[in-house]
């Protein structure tokens, strides 16, 4: 019996997990629902940290992060992945040159759903967005997500909340009743100061956890990146109809 051991016969070391997911390397608890908590899904997820990347430097758009990124997507996709997702929207940043590193798609934040769901709303309507820090969605940003109707997007920030410092700091634990109760505080905030809004998008991989009371507080539609990556797993992994 002969072993082909050349270098193209090489498999990765591991297998079964369709999607990866690049994170930030953070030290906050991390809660059910949130895109680092792998019991958020009910399918295997390959994450990879990029060392040293604060959510700060993420925030700012630090080009340093711009290898390092790269090279963690490079890394999930030479281990089989078939797409790469990143965890925090300002993964942003980074979606054009990354995606031309790649041989598979990169979704690396929510806010490439932006285009999409403006073109789903009324002309009327407009799309709230919650970020970490509004200061956050920047021009590089806008570019990398194809997002030009500036005018129909409402950015509200998390950054004013006490109960979201440790998300901001990286570490700590988190009250997960008090975040909550912020996060629904500044979409009614921001849902009284525009009524247009007919959608929310939460830029913020903490945030999903609290998308459902989110839509019955509001009554309207949640758009985060746990459906998101549910989304693209369905496209990557399910086997669909068959005859």
Avoid at 44 to 60: E, F, N, Q, T
Avoid at 117 to 132: M, N
Avoid at 137 to 149: A, L, P, Q
Wanted: a neutral charge; one cysteine or more.
């Amino acid at each position: 019996m002969s072993t082909d051991k050349s270098p193209d016969s090489r498999r990765p070391p591991l297998a079964g997990f369709p999607l990866g997911v690049l994170i930030a390397d953070t030290g906050h608890e991390l809660v059910l629902g949130n895109v680092q908590h792998a019991g958020s899904f009910g399918f295997p997820v390959l994450y990879h940290v990029v060392r040293g990347l604060s959510p700060d430097a993420l925030m700012r758009g630090d080009p340093s992060l711009t290898n390092p990124i790269r090279d963690g997507a490079l890394a999930l996709q030479a281990l089989g992945v078939s797409a790469v997702v990143g965890a925090c929207g300002s993964f942003a940043n980074y979606q054009m040159e990354v995606a031309a590193a790649l041989d598979i798609p990169l979704f690396l934040s929510i806010l490439l759903e932006v285009p999409l769901l403006l073109r789903a709303l009324a002309p009327s309507r407009k799309l709230g967005i919650v970020f970490a820090r509004t200061s956050s969605f920047t021009d590089r940003i806008r570019e990398n997500c194809g997002i030009v109707e500036h005018n129909r997007l409402v950015a509200l920030g998390m950054d004013a909340s006490p109960a979201f410092l440790p998300v901001l700091r990286a570490a700590g634990s988190i009250d997960s009743t008090a975040l909550r109760h912020a996060t629904l505080d500044v979409v009614r905030s921001g849902l009284r100061a525009e009524p247009r809004i007919g959608a929310w998008l939460l830029q913020c991989s903490d945030l999903p956890p609290y998308a459902a009371a989110i839509r019955e507080a509001t009554g309207l539609a949640v758009f985060d990146m746990i459906g998101m990556i549910r989304r693209i797993h369905e496209a990557i992994a399910t086997a669909g109809f068959t005859e």
